[in-house]
C-alpha cells in the first residue's frame, strides 16, 4: 500500500496541494480528457450526478455543463473551501459534503450516474469504495472511474506502488468484479505527452 493510500496522509497532503492544484491539474488531467471521459456516459440534464473526490470541482465544472445539480464529496476540507469559491457552498448547483468514499452518506439507488476522477488511487480500500459506488448508483446507471494507469517502466511501477494505487486492466477487472460489475469497459487517455497516464473504467449498475 502507497504512503498516500492513508486517509489522514492524504489529507494532510492536500492541505497543501489544494493551493496549487487547480495550476498543476492540468499537466495531468485536462480538459480534454474531462470531456472524453464525460462524452463516454449516457447522461440527461436532470440526471442525479455524484463527483466522488470532487476536490476543487474540476470535474464537477465539466459535469455542470452536462446536468443541472452535482453532488459533490471529498475527504479534504481544504479542497472543498477552493470549491465552494467557485461554485459556492450553498444554494449553488453543487450541493457538497465532506466525507469518504469508503463509507459514502447517501441512501441506496440514489443517482443515475456516479463519477470519479483522481480519487481511486488515494483508498486504501479500493474494492470497498466501488461496493458503496454500486449501492448508492440505481440499477442500470452508471459508474465512472479514472485511475492513474500502470507504468510501463519497472523502475517507475517501483516508486508508483510505494506512493499510491495504480492499477492496470486486468487489476480494474479483478476490482470491478469484485465489486458487484458484470459489465464494464475501459479506456485509457492522457495528454499528448503520455496519452495512456489514465484507465477509465465505465461500468452499468446490474438491475
Not at 465539466?62 to 453532488?71: A, E, I, Q, W
Not at 456516479?114 to 440499477?139: F, H, M, Q, T
Request: contains cysteine; proline residues 6%.
Amino acid at each position: 500500500m502507497g504512503v498516500l493510500e492513508n486517509k489522514s496522509r492524504a489529507r494532510l497532503f492536500y492541505k497543501y496541494l489544494s493551493k496549487v492544484y487547480d495550476q498543476i491539474n492540468p499537466f495531468i488531467w485536462n480538459e480534454e480528457m474531462r470531456t472524453a471521459a464525460i462524452d463516454l456516459l449516457d447522461v440527461e440534464r436532470d440526471d442525479r450526478v455524484l463527483d466522488i473526490g470532487c476536490g476543487t470541482g474540476f470535474a464537477t465544472e465539466g459535469l455542470l455543463d452536462r446536468v443541472d445539480t452535482v453532488y459533490g464529496l471529498d475527504q479534504s476540507p481544504h479542497q472543498l473551501e477552493k470549491a465552494y469559491e467557485k461554485f459556492g457552498k450553498r444554494d449553488g448547483p453543487v450541493n457538497f459534503h465532506l466525507g469518504d468514499a469508503e463509507r459514502l452518506p447517501f441512501r441506496e439507488n440514489t443517482f443515475d450516474v456516479v463519477w470519479s476522477s483522481g480519487s481511486i488511487e488515494y483508498w486504501p480500500n479500493p474494492v470497498d469504495a466501488l461496493e458503496e459506488c454500486r449501492r448508492v448508483a440505481k440499477p442500470g446507471g452508471q459508474v465512472l472511474i479514472v485511475g492513474p494507469n500502470y507504468p510501463n517502466s519497472s523502475v517507475f511501477q517501483k516508486l508508483a506502488d510505494a506512493i499510491m494505487l495504480f492499477y492496470d486492466e486486468r487489476e480494474a477487472d479483478r476490482m470491478f468484479r469484485e465489486a458487484g460489475f458484470v459489465d464494464f469497459d475501459h479506456h485509457t487517455m492522457g495528454p499528448e505527452y503520455n496519452p495512456e497516464i489514465a484507465i477509465t473504467t465505465v461500468a452499468t449498475v446490474p438491475e
